[in-house]
């Protein structure tokens, strides 16, 4: 789709001056036999510009659906970054818990390494686990959701543009067929 854009100022000085050869022959023909009447010139030309505007809305469209895209992209790093931070801060809180839970036990001269103590280490242990790994599926899924997102997004604004290319050139055909079938 890349050069496409390209193609739009050489269409507009081609129908700017298509537009003056047809009006200048136009006007020299004056009322020849065949010579085109001004609402045919008038026709030709909005048609033309029809299809520039076509070309310039999609062209727009799919400029506003990659930024779009290109923010969801951002987002779903920030979702990354948020999920370390939630990360740190229960890895934080856990190695807290744990020293005043060993403090305790260590106060009423209870042995770690056995009984209560190892079932207190473990079942810590094994909460801590399942709080982190819940952590990272929770932000790592709104970070595919928004990659996910923004490759929609991207999807979109091809098709937005190939559109507005198609609808230009239905425009075009149209009025060209109309001049041809004229007579």
């Known amino acids: 789709m890349a050069f496409l854009p390209?193609?739009?100022?050489?269409?507009?000085?081609?129908?700017?001056?298509?537009?003056?050869?047809?009006?200048?022959?136009a006007g020299a023909v004056g009322s020849a036999v065949g010579a085109?009447?001004?609402?045919?010139?008038?026709?030709?030309?909005?048609?033309?510009?029809?299809?520039?505007?076509s070309?310039?809305?999609?062209?727009?469209?799919?400029?506003?659906?990659?930024?779009?895209?290109?923010?969801e992209k951002l987002n779903a790093t920030q979702e990354e970054i948020a999920g370390r931070q939630k990360a740190n801060e229960l890895t934080d809180q856990?190695?807290?818990r744990l020293a005043q839970g060993r403090?305790?036990?260590?106060?009423?001269?209870?042995?770690?390494?056995?009984?209560?103590?190892?079932?207190?280490?473990?079942?810590?242990?094994?909460?801590?686990?399942?709080?982190?790994?819940?952590?990272?599926?929770?932000?790592?899924?709104r970070a595919l959701a928004r990659r996910s997102q923004a490759k929609q997004l991207l999807a979109q604004a091809d098709s937005t543009e190939l559109g507005g290319y198609a609808s230009a050139l239905g425009t075009l055909a149209t009025t060209a067929g109309g001049f041809a079938n004229r007579g």
């Open 6 to 25: 390209a193609i739009i100022p050489l269409l507009i000085e081609g129908a700017t001056a298509a537009g003056s050869a047809i009006a200048g022959a």
């Open 36 to 53: 085109l009447s001004t609402g045919e010139i008038l026709q030709g030309g909005f048609s033309v510009l029809s299809a520039i505007s």
């Open 55 to 71: 070309i310039g809305g999609a062209e727009q469209d799919a400029a506003a659906q990659r930024a779009q895209a290109a923010q």
């Open 94 to 96: 856990l190695i807290d």
């Open 103 to 141: 403090v305790s036990f260590a106060a009423n001269n209870v042995d770690l390494g056995q009984g209560v103590g190892t079932q207190f280490a473990t079942g810590a242990d094994a909460r801590a686990n399942d709080a982190l790994v819940s952590n990272e599926r929770q932000f790592n899924s």
